[in-house]
């Protein structure tokens, strides 16, 4: 193995480990912000899509969280049984469920508006470095998805 190799192999040489370790540090800021709004982290990104566009289907919110539609089924549900949101099927097609907002719903928005700038202030760098950042990860991203 030649000594290129080896520092190919280094954990902390590994984007994949970076990104893996950033998100594992990120979801920790995130908990209590969000255990005082009664949300896990996958629940509170299914409420972000919710609070900027209520009464889409679930398939469509799989598709902006990018992940299975039967994985959302449990999460759905457990939003639902907290009174956040209802399911209900879709009457021109009865496949289709359909997300709507409850009142509490919409009113947990008000309460989560302070999340970003936490996450802002924890992060400790610019609002520009870190839309920057975010930028480059939507294109790294975008580019992973199309190499699949």
Request: hydrophobic fraction near 40%; include cysteine.
């Amino acid at each position: 193995m030649t000594r290129s190799t080896c520092e190919q192999l280094k954990l902390d040489n590994q984007l994949c480990f970076a990104l893996y370790s950033t998100s594992l540090q990120m979801t920790k800021v995130y908990k209590p912000l969000l255990q005082a709004l009664g949300l896990t982290y996958p629940q509170y990104i299914a409420m972000l899509v919710l609070w900027e566009q209520d009464g889409i289907t679930v398939g469509d919110i799989s598709a902006r969280m990018l992940t299975d539609p039967g994985s959302l089924t449990p999460l759905l549900k457990r939003l639902e049984g907290e009174g956040l949101l209802t399911r209900t099927r879709s009457s021109a097609d009865e496949r289709v469920v359909e997300l709507h907002l409850t009142e509490k719903g919409r009113k947990l928005r008000e309460q989560a508006e302070g999340i970003p700038a936490c996450i802002l202030e924890a992060a400790g760098q610019s609002i520009e470095d870190l839309v920057s950042l975010r930028d480059e990860l939507v294109a790294l991203r975008s580019n992973l998805q199309g190499s699949n």
